[in-house]
């Protein structure tokens, strides 16, 4: 699964620094660069940085002849820019707004794209939040959840990998291993790692037992960029769907409405869980019938992905020196243990939260 997502940051056109800490790959770029820039009319005076990511990959911005373009510089073996090739053409035979690759070098890790602009829905909600201009945050959030229902409706679950249960698994390691040792320094006796286990064969075993569609596996607002007003054709622009799977039905939903980076009053997640839920029985998507089933495999769903990311956000910090991922970890705890109170399977999961939350966790069901 993906760790972050590329999110393009307003640049001007004057040329910034871009930085080559090896002087071989600079030197492989610059003869790629050079090969390809007559056909787009590129301007190499015009290179700046766009953004980075958590990966190894990051995304420069150049001046063409009808625009700007996006490179991706993914250096092999760290990375590989085939999935992102191949998943760009299932998404824009399903209708979607991803990126044309106009160039591709799979053996050096260069990719030349459709630049989808400077905007990201993240900084745009953001600023609809704070504006409290809830109509715009709702046009926005309406026009993800059109663009999803499309995404599970046109995109082949069969022309991607599975995410199986050792995917899955792999995935919740994540937790005991980063956060849970490494960044709190809590080694877990018998009792804890067996409450661990009981947990995650609950969360494996809903994940497994609901329909499969295609899955972005990081469908939240940093991958998804504001291309014209709410409503028009084309919004949102989606990046960052090298990783996608077949999987779960409710992973994508669960990933936009419980985010990394913004967080939802818990009866708008609802109201546009239903709306997603609505529209992809509308149109095939098979969905539960009942929507307190849906919500359910949802918010297990979610579950487990917040426990891989409270992972994720560690190994950053501790083994990638990406520090700045760590300030979001309380908003996970507070996803997880909003969860794991309501259902009785889940319980188990308290204690263990408790000690890393900072937080005195009542035991109360609602479900």
């Known amino acids: 699964m993906s760790e972050s997502a590329p999110n393009p940051a307003p640049s001007s056109s004057v040329a910034g620094p871009v930085a080559w800490g090896d002087p071989a790959r600079r030197a492989a770029f610059e003869h790629w660069l ?7 009319g590129l301007d190499a005076a015009t290179l700046a940085p766009a953004s980075a990511d958590a990966s190894f990959r990051r995304y420069l911005r150049v001046a063409g002849a ?24 299932l998404l824009a035979g399903a209708g979607l707004h ?5 160039e591709a070098d799979a053996e050096r890790g260069f990719l030349l794209l459709d630049d989808l602009g400077s905007e990201p829905y993240l900084a745009a909600l953001q600023a609809a939040q704070a504006a409290g201009d809830t109509a715009r945050a709702d046009r926005l959030m309406r026009d993800a959840l059109a663009a999803l229902v499309t995404l599970q409706r046109g995109v082949p679950a069969s022309a991607l990998p599975p995410f199986d249960e050792a995917l899955l698994r792999r ?3 994540l937790f005991p291993t980063w956060c849970v040792a490494r960044e709190h320094g809590i080694d877990w006796g018998d009792a804890e790692r067996q409450a661990w286990q009981r947990v995650c064969d609950a969360l494996v075993a809903s994940a497994l037992a609901q329909p499969v569609v295609a899955v972005h596996a990081d469908w939240m607002p940093r991958n998804l960029m504001v291309c014209g007003a709410p409503g028009s054709p084309g919004n949102p622009g ?16 669960a990933s936009l409405l419980r985010d990394a980076f913004i967080s939802w009053p818990e009866e708008q997640q609802i109201d546009w869980a239903v709306r997603w839920w609505q529209a992809a029985r509308k149109a095939g998507v098979p969905v539960a019938e009942d929507f307190g089933e849906c919500w359910r495999a949802l918010e297990w769903m979610g579950l487990q992905r917040h426990l891989k990311v409270l992972g994720i956000f560690c190994r950053l910090k501790h083994r990638d020196g990406k520090a700045g991922y760590a300030a ?7 996803y997880a243990t909003q969860v794991a109170l309501r259902y009785r399977p889940l319980a188990p999961l308290l204690t263990l ?15």
Do not use: K, N, W
């Open 328 to 334: 979001d970890l309380p908003r996970f705890f507070g």
């Open 171 to 173: 995935e919740l390691e």
């Open 353 to 367: 939260l408790e000690p890393m939350s900072e937080r005195t966790v009542a035991a109360g069901y609602t479900f």
């Open 34 to 40: 050079a090969a390809i820039a007559p056909r787009h």
């Open 66 to 89: 009808r625009g700007s373009h996006i490179v991706m510089d993914a250096p092999p073996p760290q990375e590989d820019t085939r999935p992102f090739v191949r998943v760009a053409g």
């Open 98 to 102: 991803a990126p044309r690759v106009l």
């Open 238 to 253: 989606v990046l960052d769907f090298q990783d996608a799977v077949a999987g779960p039905v409710t992973y994508d939903i």
